[in-house]
T-cell receptor, first 112, second 115 residues
């Protein structure tokens, strides 16, 4: 099994550009989430989804959009990138009940 | 709201020495607690978790953690550290809000291992 797959691994954007970070999982997990990791800040939740068609905001949602049309995929969209969105982004999925989250390898995004 | 505090930003130990990484949480009900490890350039890997039952939990790579409700702590321990343990360690707590169990992470502790 591939687990949680994120693409791309690295990306450089210019301010104002848009892009979509892809996340796919093959474990039939209902719960998926996006985090950003910044030095000294740990992981902060951006958006999460408890199933197809259901999404909600996390701690730092501004500047990001998500949708969940299938169980497998949970893309994160940056509509107009800003330098403050320079970060490492992690996607995670979790099954039902009292289980841990499985993480992708991360996407390192730089906005110049 | 739930929160997690990892008081130590960096910890330096010699190879073969024992290790304890501290984690304190704030949450009203029984928490679900996790320790993750992140090697450079990698995602997070689960070391161990506590949901209920025995307060001393064993994890992978020789790690263990003890849940102490009276101290709101979930410290991670290893009796003898190996150079390959050098990494970033994150403590996390999850609440059952809406059944989503979305974890909140601490800021991490960077472990440096000297030969």
């Amino acid at each position: 099994n591939a687990g949680v797959t994120q693409t791309p691994k690295f990306q450089v954007l210019k301010t104002g550009q848009s892009m979509t970070l892809q996340c796919a999982q093959d474990m039939n997990h209902e719960y998926m989430s996006w985090y950003r990791q910044d030095p000294g800040m740990g992981l902060r939740l951006i958006h999460y989804s408890v199933g197809a068609g259901i999404t909600d905001q996390g701690e730092v949602p501004n500047g990001y959009n998500v949708s969940r049309s299938t169980t497998e995929d949970f893309p994160l969209r940056l509509l107009s990138a800003a330098p403050s969105q320079t970060s490492v982004y992690f996607c995670a999925s979790r099954g039902q009940g009292y289980t841990e989250a499985f993480f992708g390898q991360g996407t390192r995004l730089t906005v110049v | 709201a739930q929160s997690v505090t990892q008081p130590d930003i960096h910890i330096t130990v010699s190879e073969g020495a024992s290790l304890e990484l501290r984690c304190n949480y704030s949450y009203g009900a029984t928490p679900y607690l996790f320790w993750y490890v992140q090697s450079p350039g990698q995602g997070l890997q689960l070391l161990l978790k506590y949901f209920s039952g025995d307060t001393l939990v064993q994890g992978i790579k020789g790690f263990e953690a003890e849940f102490k409700r009276s101290q709101s702590s979930f410290n991670l321990r290893k009796p003898s550290v190996h150079w390959s343990d050098a990494a970033e360690y994150f403590c996390a707590v999850a609440s059952a809000s809406g059944g989503s169990y979305i974890p909140t992470f601490g800021r991490g502790t960077s472990l440096i291992v000297h030969p």
